[in-house]
């Protein structure tokens, strides 16, 4: 009889702290209660999109309504909005989110009618970095077959060397024995670009260069170093050159194999062509980075000191700014924090950046609450928001959900005026399965975009969680 009492007892308090918590937090909405609250903001989005006349802003707008009703699985009304979109830039864009969110609910239906909804951009180059972004997504679920067909017919080489890299990275992803094939292709591809880029007419990019650069980033993912290699010694641009050695040095030290260490000085090698400062302090400490990563301290140490010695002689200020983030970058890349946070001390311009990506790597390492130490701290509102949302996310995953939760009730209340904060900590809310709190959080938001994407969050976790029947 004493046992049985004290287990009564106990399930009472259990009971009561519950029934206390659900106090706190708000009962949880029903999801028909969430998807109308949902709906509701995407007519008033519509409407705002209707009575805007201008053509970008309506784009943009659109971009995003399309987007939010895209993570909410709302995919048949997301492809409507798509076609009405005006500029092909922003409807690619919205392509793009479409594509990662069928890919992510396994829509395999909803891939292909996106590629006729690409079809109808009237702009053919913005028509075929649509039709890549669906291939990589198709490639992304194993849909090879259909992901080739499409790279096959996209005649921009730019474009056609980014569709057939994503193949390629995620065959190896799946082991297919043709990978090496399409990164072969996309190579090819890369080679035959040519012309220049005007920005605010007066910057010229070298589009031969920058398709280089963004072929050894993709061959660096899927571990196809010597094809990497080859792109980067066909560089001319040495801001795209220290780019190309930096990707290959940060994907090959991932691995933490001693392996790559003939690598690593072929890398090495190609940087002393490089002779502009900011772009030689980029591909070293990246350099750096990787020999400490495999456990070359010695090698790494040098080349951090060479690093900044010649970070030192950058005399414009900005650019000396953005030369001392690359460093704390790469020393906490490296795990060398201590470092990384006297360098980002240093960044000026770029030091809420800099402490951001610090924090990325610590969560990267599991170093959560020394990340979150840093996070809370950061000047720059949208850098702090972005790096707790990194936190936060990941105690989710650790299973430290009250704390993660936590930091999301701290960001509504220090950050009650920025509506992309305040977004973010609803994502957060959600994510936690906090959903009525995530719901009372939108209320704060004022802004159309930022409420409806608020509200998508919610509806997509709740999915997740099986919430909602069917899902």
């Given amino acids: 009889m004493r046992v049985k009492a004290i287990f009564i ?3 009472s308090v259990l009971i009561l702290i519950s029934f206390l918590n659900a ?32 053509s970008y802003s309506r784009s943009v707008l659109l971009r995003c309504i399309a987007e939010a009703t895209s993570e909410a699985g709302l995919f048949d009304q997301a492809l409507q909005i798509i076609r009405d979109i005006p500029l092909g830039t922003e409807a690619a864009d919205a392509i793009r989110y479409g594509a990662n969110m069928a890919a992510s609910a396994k829509e395999s239906k909803i891939l ?17 970095r649509a039709l890549s972004y669906i291939a990589a997504s198709m490639a992304d679920v194993g849909l090879f077959e259909q992901a080739i067909k499409i790279a096959t017919s ?8 980014s569709a057939f890299s994503s193949i390629s990275v995620a065959m190896a992803k799946f082991g297919h024995k043709e990978a090496e094939l399409f990164v072969k292709k996309a190579l090819e591809a890369a080679k035959k670009v040519r012309g220049e880029i005007i920005v605010d ?13 963004d072929f050894s980033e993709d061959a660096s993912k899927g571990g196809f170093f010597n094809y990497a290699l080859e792109a980067v010694k066909e560089i001319e641009s040495e801001e795209f050159k220290s780019w190309g050695i930096y990707y290959i040095a940060v994907w090959a030290a991932r691995s933490g194999k001693q392996e790559y260490k ?46 900044i010695k010649l970070a030192n002689e950058v005399t414009d200020k900005f650019d000396r700014s953005r030369t001392w983030r690359n460093i704390a970058r790469a020393m ?17 311009f770029f030091s809420s950046a800099a402490f951001r990506i610090i924090c990325s790597e610590m969560v990267r390492d599991g170093l959560l609450e020394q990340a979150y130490q840093i996070a809370k701290d950061i000047s720059n509102i949208e850098e702090r ?33 920025h509506p992309k904060s305040i977004r973010l900590a609803v994502m957060i809310m959600a994510e936690a399965g906090n959903w009525g709190e995530a719901l009372e959080l939108t209320k704060d938001i004022q802004d159309v975009q930022e409420y409806l994407r608020a509200l998508a969050h919610i509806v997509k976790a709740m999915k997740t969680a099986k919430m909602f029947k069917g899902s």
Avoid: W
């Avoid at 999801?31 to 006349?53: C, D, G, I, N, Y």
């Avoid at 996209?154 to 060397?161: L, V």
């Avoid at 980029?282 to 010695?298: C, D, H, P, R, V």
């Fill in 112 to 128: 292909e009618q996106l590629i006729d909804v690409a079809k109808g951009i009237r702009d053919r180059f913005y028509r075929e």
């Fill in 385 to 417: 928001s972005a790096a707790l949302h990194n936190v936060a996310i990941a105690m989710i995953k650790a299973g430290k959900i009250e704390k993660a939760a936590g930091i999301a009730r701290e960001m509504s209340k220090t950050l009650r005026k």
């Fill in 332 to 348: 906490a890349f490296a795990g060398m924090y201590d470092k990384a946070i006297d360098f980002a001390k240093q960044a000026e």
């Fill in 9 to 11: 007892a106990v399930a």
């Fill in 154 to 161: 996209i005649k921009e080489s730019y474009i056609r060397s």
């Fill in 262 to 307: 003939p690598l690593l000085y072929q890398l090495l090698e190609m940087s002393q062509a490089i002779q502009e400062a900011r772009y030689s302090v980029l591909a070293l400490s990246a350099i750096a980075a990787a020999f400490q990563k495999i456990g070359e301290q010695n090698e790494a140490n040098s080349l951090f000191e060479r690093a």
């Fill in 23 to 54: 106090l706190c937090q708000g009962a949880q909405p029903s999801p028909k209660e969430v998807m109308a609250e949902f709906e509701l903001a995407l007519q008033k989005a519509m409407a705002a999109a209707k009575s805007t006349e201008e």
């Fill in 201 to 213: 007419g007066a910057v010229f990019i070298d589009r031969h260069s920058m398709a280089l650069m």
